[in-house]
T-cell receptor, first 112, second 112 residues
């Protein structure tokens, strides 16, 4: 099956700093999503980005499908950005697509 | 708020018991997915339903079962519970023709 690797596993930043999170995947994928899991456990959609570049405020993401990686950029980080960031790609269980395969996440801590 | 609702938010039960987790997808979404998040296994796909029919199965134990009803809500039934079943259970939904999944707030199950 498809393998999803995220790096770094942990990241500590001072408020205001920028960061780049990486997601590598082992095979061609049709779809890729980035999520933020906040300290209360909620999974929040950040980007649906099977290819190309998208921006939403201080966050942006780029997926280069042909090279099997995606990057999530966080600029001017805030304490509310703390949590775990997951990359997930669409797998192929039972011949059907749609279910997501998650990486292990990057745990981000932003210090005031 | 993703529009996906899950009940209950928290559930504490004893080993050997049976519980039912409920999910209501976003209005108009025909696909429902169930995921389990545990400390040792991370986020794993369990099962997918589309318009009442099972579409794909992942690492779902035989003690677990699910169904999707005509009104499109879904239930995940967990029986003969073991300590290792303690986890956060997420439901997600997507609209027909789209692969982007939106996650509910989760049900935190504690088996004692």
């Amino acid at each position: 099956g498809i393998q999803v690797e995220q790096s770094p596993p942990d990241l500590i930043l001072q408020e205001g700093a920028n960061s780049t999170l990486r997601c590598n995947f082992s095979d061609s994928v049709n779809n890729l999503q980035w999520f933020h899991q906040n300290p209360w456990g909620q999974l929040i959609n950040l980007f649906y980005i099977p290819s190309g570049t998208k921006q939403n405020g201080r966050l942006s993401a780029t997926t280069v499908a042909t090279e099997r990686y995606s990057l999530l950029y966080i600029s001017s980080s805030q304490t509310t950005d703390s949590g775990v960031y997951f990359c997930a790609v669409e797998g192929g269980y039972g011949g059907s697509q749609g279910n997501l395969i998650f990486g292990k996440g990057t745990k981000l801590s932003v210090k005031p | 708020d993703s529009g996906v609702t899950q009940t209950p938010k928290h559930l504490i039960t004893a080993t050997g018991q049976r519980v039912t987790l409920r999910c209501s997808p976003r209005s108009g979404d025909l696909s429902v997915y169930w995921y389990q998040q545990s400390l040792d296994q991370g986020l794993q796909f369990l099962i997918q339903y589309y318009n009442g029919e099972e579409r794909a199965k992942g690492n779902i134990l035989e003690r677990f079962s699910a169904q999707q009803f005509p009104d499109l809500h879904s239930e995940l039934n967990l029986s003969s519970l073991e300590l290792g079943d303690s986890a956060l259970y997420f439901c997600a939904s997507s609209v027909a023709g789209s692969h982007e999944q939106y996650f509910g707030p989760g049900t935190r199950l504690t088996v004692t």
